[in-house]
């Protein structure tokens, strides 16, 4: 079992920045697939951002150059970070996992991840 925990949201207004985190516990391994997705109200879930144990990231358009994913493999900390902030960024942001090896090919659209913490709300507004 494997235990998700975001921090790091909050308000902010637009074109500031947001670093959120995601502390992984639990029975973690070095190979893993991790991404943060978020929900606004009355809106689909959507991915925003994945990254492989080895690297390798992906991006959805809409933040692509915006956002950077990264992670601490020692510390089993996934972070996400947000700059020049926009008002549709506004949402849940959560984070998921999965131990099993690479991300899927189209894993921005996958919603099949073993594990989700609970999310942390980021708020964009002037």
């Known amino acids: 079992q494997v235990q998700l925990v975001e921090s790091g949201g909050g308000s902010v207004q637009p074109g500031g920045s947001l670093r959120l985190s995601c502390v992984a516990s639990g029975h973690t391994y070095p190979s893993f697939c991790m991404a943060w997705f978020r929900q606004a109200p009355g809106r689909e879930r959507e991915g925003v951002a994945a990254?492989?144990?080895?690297?390798?990231?992906k991006y959805a358009d809409s933040v692509q150059g915006r956002f950077t994913i990264s992670s601490d493999n020692d510390n089993h900390i996934l972070y996400l970070q947000m700059n020049n902030l926009k008002p549709e960024d506004t949402g849940v942001y959560y984070c998921?996992?999965?131990?099993?090896?690479?991300?899927?090919?189209?894993?921005?659209?996958?919603?099949?991840?073993?594990?989700w913490g609970n999310g942390t709300l980021v708020t964009i507004s002037s």
């Open positions: 990254i492989d144990h080895d690297g390798s990231t």
């Open positions: 998921a996992a999965d131990y099993v090896g690479r991300c899927p090919t189209r894993i921005l659209t996958y919603y099949g991840l073993d594990y």
